[in-house]
């Protein structure tokens, strides 16, 4: 053995024949209306904690919670170190 290639071959490993797979970013998320809600107020209002928000938008922090993943999940939000949320 005197290369990495060597030891690619010896694994049988094939990485010649492995197709590049490309994602692209969505530029128009759908959102239902309380997601808009939240989303407007992180836009406004900047980084903030699950109990604010939820306290704020008048939702229950159980679904408030859910939505926050649903919205990361679409790329519209990120959460951050303390439970907070900002978008994006």
């Not at 109990?51 to 990361?72: A, G, H, Q, W, Y």
């Amino acid at each position: 053995m005197t290369s990495a290639a060597d030891l690619v071959y010896l694994l049988g490993w094939n990485v010649e024949n492995k197709p590049s797979q490309t994602i692209q970013k969505q530029l128009f998320v759908d959102l239902d209306a309380m997601e808009k809600t939240i989303y407007s107020y992180l836009h406004k209002e900047g980084k903030q904690m699950l109990d604010r928000i939820s306290l704020e938008c008048k939702i229950p922090v159980f679904k408030t919670s859910s939505m926050l993943l649903n919205m990361e999940m679409k790329g519209v939000i990120r959460p951050l170190p303390g439970k907070l949320f900002e978008a994006l």
